[in-house]
């Protein structure tokens, strides 16, 4: 059985599957997006290996590439506006 | 200006690490591994640094829905028991900061690494191109689809395209089917005389041979492409042209890679000569410059196969067991034939240099349209009039993908080479401050 793990994302608890990617639990939220464009658009992970920063979001206070990010218990997780 | 002493103490890098080794290599995947386990017969200490949580390299990346190959394991087995080899993971390689210094930065910490020799195990990444509605939510590279589903992203009974070129999409289409999702397309741009004289051509490889049965799926499509990708705020469908026809796809998520494209930036910084795509590499695997070896991907896409022997004779030669290194000689040969085979069979026809229009984003971080770059004569002119490329990524995705679209030299990469926090960039600036 997999553990679950208790992660905070702009606040709000989801409960995820340990061990997983931060761009893989936005999908457990109710919209995988990271970060908005200059321009304003959202945007989703892209690369999938820590090159394109589509997906850096702000991981207890710092930014990071969520691909390359492993969730861990009360982790807060913040989409860039 | 922020008030720095404010910053440091808050607690950001409050980690200093800085090593010293005799061998440093960068990149843990199969040519970084296999380098470290030759190299490490010698006695001398090796550093492997790498930027993803555990090692393995994409091809053998771990995560809750992998079970590793017995070969990835063993690999890693042996990096844990070799008393004078440390592995560094989650590590960025930021810049050289005087002769045979790497500035480095992981989550919290940051330091510098010294090195007698180097071997640059650096890998591949995607080529991604840019097309209508590529920056949709739900678009991603093929190779990254993989990546997210071996790292945990739920995939079940979600419609799935793949489009683009090379064995990569079939093996993402694998990794799709093996979560519960559905494959809708898988347009692979190669026309079919192509790939039946590759196949013909797979006896010499009997692995592969195989390995080609195994991954073959009823939506695979020569000759086809993406053409646009719409929605309302996600992908919801996918056009592609298929031989002469148009036809619309239906789709949750849409994965699109065209090959892969050597990681050649830190060689670049470091001055090594450049052969057509990847770094120039000699029969021991050695650069044009003398203390810096290079193998696996960034020598020359190839496989892991071939990633694994270059590897260890980039590990022999660099700590000194020649012979060793020489008698790999002939695999390498084997191996680099089926890279040949592989290249040719999968070449990207010119055609795509059409997919983006002229509004089309170019550049994703910057937000930069194909029309504002297109009179330009390189990526330097580029970047002056419209900031394509000095975005976060530093040109990684919009630097190949022009270079390809618009056949501008290759241009030299800047540091930092990836996005640092202002604490480590300091380091820097001490570093080269004691020296002077």
Known sequence: MTLLITILVDGQAFTVPDGITVAAALAYTDKQTTRRSVSGQWRTPFCGMGICQECR???????????QTICRENMHIERIQ | MPDLDLYLSRGFNRLDRDFNCELLIVGAGPAGMAAACAAAKSGISIMILDDNPSPGGQIWRDGPAVSLPEEARHYRRQLEQLPNVSLLCGAKLIATVGDKKWLYEQETASGIIRYERLILC???????????????????????????????????????????????????AQAVKKAGGQVVLLAEQAPASRLARLFLSLWRWPDKLQQSFSLTDPHYRFNSHVLAAEGEGKVERV??????????????????????????????????????????????????????????????VGGSELALVTGSIAGYAASGNREAAARLWRE????????????????????LKQLPRPDTLVCRCEDVALQQISGAADWRQAKIHSRCGMGACQGKVCGAATRFLLDWPLATPRVPLAPARLSTLIKAWRAEGKET
């Open chain 2, 239 to 300: 056009i592609v042209r298929q031989g002469r026809r148009r036809i619309i796809v239906a789709c949750d998520r849409l994965a699109c890679g065209f090959g892969l494209l050597s990681n050649i930036e830190p060689a670049l910084v470091l001055g090594c000569a450049i052969d057509g795509q990847a770094i120039r590499v000699d029969e021991w695997q050695q650069t044009s410059r003398a203390d810096i070896y290079a193998a696996g991907e960034c020598a020359g």
């Open chain 2, 332 to 351: 390498r040969r084997r191996w680099r034939r089926f890279a040949n085979a592989m290249e040719r069979a999968f070449r990207l026809d010119k055609r």
């Open chain 2, 122 to 172: 650096s890998g591949a990444r995607e080529l991604l191109l840019p097309f209508p509605g590529w920056t949709l939510a739900g678009v991603s590279g093929a190779g990254a689809l993989q990546a997210f589903i071996k790292s945990g992203l739920p995939v079940k009974d979600q419609r799935i395209a793949l489009a683009g070129s090379g064995p990569l999409l079939l093996a993402a």
């Open chain 1, 57 to 67: 979001v702000t991981i207890n206070g710092l930014r990071r590439p969520a691909c």
